[in-house]
């Protein structure tokens, strides 16, 4: 019973296809570039062992090497993939204009946040057009829970209870009561304001913007930056309401109710 069961369901080894993942992965999460010897050491290989990959992995553009230090780096190139492979681009594609007009009368750059698994993804940024601000990077990953995009994500996921989503989190019990008080106030309000959980000097607003079915696709953003050169063109609360109406409008286009 149990050879035909192993039979029934084989497991398929991809070796070479591992190793590329692993080489992403470390890279990913060392967040530095590492030669060909660093890598191999970080995954308890020889360098045999992803010299070949490593090489092939920077030919399809998927790493790229500094000449100077022959160190490897993740390229662009993934982002790009899962972009046009998952409803990220489109989203991106109907939130850019609406971005670009938010920016210009708000004088603030913004940017548009999805939650991927246990986190959250700045999917696209829109600068403001002044001299000086500040903005977040396409590509970024943000913490679900401090941030101000991720507390927005969760307080208007649609179809569970705070509690539910928070209990998905393994939050210690204190900080996860904190967290369902939060996210209870965040609904019951319409957005988010809070001090940068990043950036001293910066205080985030975020509001949902809902897909076709209700639910929160994502999250839109402004870091508001305080200038003191007097070139300010509006205080923080129009700010807010500029961003309300942004989230609102992309949310009309996804075929939001």
């Known amino acids: 019973m149990t050879e035909m069961k192993a039979k029934a369901r084989p497991e398929y080894a991809a070796p070479a296809l591992e190793r590329a993942l692993d080489i992403l992965e470390l890279l990913a999460t060392r967040g530095e570039e590492l030669t060909i010897s660093e890598i191999g050491q970080g995954l308890g290989r020889s360098i ?30 993934m982002l790009d993939v899962a972009f046009r ?18 920016s210009d009368i708000a004088n603030q750059s913004s940017h548009l946040v ?12 829109q600068e403001n057009a002044g001299p000086a ?18 507390q927005v994500l969760l307080a208007f996921k649609k179809g569970t209870d705070h509690k539910e989503v928070v209990a998905n989190l393994g939050l210690e019990s204190q900080r996860a009561e904190a967290l369902i008080a939060r996210l209870a106030h965040v ?6 304001m809070q ?14 913007v809902f897909d076709f079915g209700g639910d929160v696709a994502a999250a839109l953003t402004i870091p508001y930056l305080v200038m003191i050169d007097g070139s300010q063109t509006i205080g923080i609360k129009e700010a807010r309401d500029h961003l309300l109406t942004a989230g609102d409008k992309i949310s009309k286009l996804l075929g939001a109710r």
């Not at 030919?59 to 000449?67: F, V």
């Not at 500040?134 to 101000?148: E, K, L, N, P, Q």
């Not at 001090?195 to 949902?208: E, M």
């Open 195 to 208: 001090p940068s959980a990043r950036t001293a000097g910066v205080t985030d607003i975020s509001v949902p």
């Open 133 to 150: 601000g500040f903005a977040m990077r396409t590509g970024s990953v943000i913490d679900i829970v401090t941030s101000c995009s991720g």
């Open 85 to 102: 492979g998952t409803r990220a681009q489109g989203l991106a594609n109907v939130a850019a204009p609406v971005m670009q007009a938010l």
């Open 48 to 77: 045999g062992e992803v010299f070949r990959i490593t090489v092939v992995m920077e030919r399809r553009g998927w790493l790229t090497k500094n000449l100077q230090s022959d160190k490897y780096g993740i390229t662009y190139k």
């Open 114 to 125: 999805i939650r991927v698994n246990g986190a959250g993804l700045v999917i696209h940024r």
């Open 187 to 192: 609904r019951a309000q319409g957005y988010q």
